[in-house]
């Protein structure tokens, strides 16, 4: 039994927008391949680019009207509230300073939003885009794409039904190579991540271990009470802002749990792990491999469960293409705007196609947040251990 039908649609797929995500950008075709997939919402306007023409030209050859495609995100907003047929949606590909001033705008005009991590780089700022979204009545949710992926749900039900029993250890890590001699100057979609008036007050562990950090939280349950962190700046030039991070974790109860996020990790691809140990089992999880789940309980040998078969948990048979073909990052990506779209329309059918389906929400982006603030307080004051509240 699969929750994917082909076909089932919105009455009315939401009319959708995006900020930056320009040409050339890291991330913007995956939020337009996501978005659009199912038909559920259609692009109608952006603001593509930081400069204006080069992202009125794109605009233009994504399909949108040449006056659908804006200077900057404040005439999208305001042209599009002039409109019967407006924007109701908005994704934001912007670097990460900018999330709190966009967001902000976006959710004052009404907009269900989809913003990229981190949610923004100071606490209150997140804590407020949580508070107006609820404010408006709108859906504010947070691009942790990785956990669209149908084996996360998979290991995350697995926890939850106890079948590993009470987890005892956490072990996350999003470690990858490219970055490990000094790239940015000749790329700025690096430079500005290593730039902390853009970036914020970190590379690798907003870029890298908030995703993990978020991962690690969805599928084993638990809420980190202390952590210690250590941060370097292997390439000098990157100073303050860390290209490795490793963090300890005292969860509350008896849980620990470590994390490892680098850019220096030479080898290794995207390196992004999740392993959790219980008291009757334990589960692994690589994105690499993300249709495989390995899965041992004590005293037998390490099992291998695989994406698109009848034995696993409902949440994790969401079935675009059966067992067996490799489905991968975008249906990740896809699964997550599909839940958005859902829990956006007000379609009284949405709802019931949305039942029991998880998707990152404002309170993931305020954790996101929060979690990358303490790990730098706690670098920055020789590793001490913080309290995560
Ligand atoms: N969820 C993920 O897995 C994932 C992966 C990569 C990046 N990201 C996040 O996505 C965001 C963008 O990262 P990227 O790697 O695509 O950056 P990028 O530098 O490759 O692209 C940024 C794009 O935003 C545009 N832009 C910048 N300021 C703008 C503004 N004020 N108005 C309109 N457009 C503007 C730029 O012109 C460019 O097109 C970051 O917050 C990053 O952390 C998330």
């Known amino acids: 039994m699969t929750h994917f039908v ?4 919105l009455k009315n797929p939401l009319r959708w927008g995006m900020v930056g995500g320009g040409r050339g950008s890291q991330i913007g075709y995956s939020h337009r391949d996501a978005a659009t997939r199912d038909g559920l919402m259609q692009l109608v306007a952006g603001a593509f680019d930081i400069d204006a023409e ?19 995100y404040q005439a ?3 042209a599009e509230a002039a409109r019967a047929d407006g924007m109701q949606v908005v994704s934001i590909a912007t670097p990460n300073s900018s999330h709190f001033a966009v967001c902000k705008a976006a959710l004052q005009a009404g907009l269900h939003v989809i913003c990229e991590k981190p949610l923004t780089i100071r606490l209150e700022d997140a804590q407020e885009l949580e508070a107006l979204a609820k404010q408006q009545g709108v ?7 990785y956990t669209g992926y149908e ?13 590993l029993g009470a ?3 956490v072990h996350m890590q999003f470690a990858h190579g490219y970055h490990s001699a000094e790239v940015e100057s000749a790329d700025p979609g690096t430079k500005w991540r290593v730039t902390p008036a853009i970036s914020g007050p970190s590379y690798v562990i907003g870029d890298l271990a908030t995703h993990c950090y978020q991962m690690g939280a969805l599928v084993s349950g638990l809420e980190v009470e202390s952590l210690s962190c250590v941060r370097r700046s292997f390439v000098a030039s990157r100073a303050p802002l860390e290209d490795d991070a490793h963090v300890m974790l005292r969860y509350k109860g008896n849980a620990v749990g ?20 219980g008291e009757k089992g334990s589960l692994e999880w690589w994105d690499e491999q993300p249709n495989q789940l390995k899965v041992a309980f004590a005293g037998k040998p390490e099992m291998t469960y695989e994406r698109g078969h009848g034995y696993l948990d409902a949440s994790a048979r969401f079935e675009r293409v059966g067992g067996g073909h490799p489905a991968g990052y975008f249906d990740a990506w896809a699964n997550l705007y599909r839940r958005f779209a859902l829990a956006m329309s007000g379609e009284p059918e949405a709802a019931a196609l949305l039942a029991g389906q998880w998707f990152p929400s404002a309170k993931d982006g ?3 947040v929060r979690f990358m603030l303490r790990c730098v307080d706690s670098a920055d004051s020789a590793s001490q251990w913080v309290d995560f509240a």
């Open 151 to 163: 084996m996360v749900q998979q290991a995350r039900a697995m926890v939850q039904n106890g079948e």
């Open 54 to 72: 080069r992202g009125r030209s794109f605009g233009v050859s994504l399909g949108v009207a040449p006056e659908r495609c804006y200077e900057n």
């Open 258 to 277: 470590m994390l490892w996020a680098s850019a220096v990790n030479i080898g290794s691809a995207h390196g992004f792990k999740l392993r959790v140990v």
């Open 167 to 169: 987890v005892r250890v």
């Open 366 to 368: 305020v954790e996101g």
């Open 76 to 78: 999208l907003f305001a």
């Open 6 to 9: 082909e076909g089932q649609m």
């Open 139 to 145: 859906v504010l949710g947070v691009m942790y794409g």
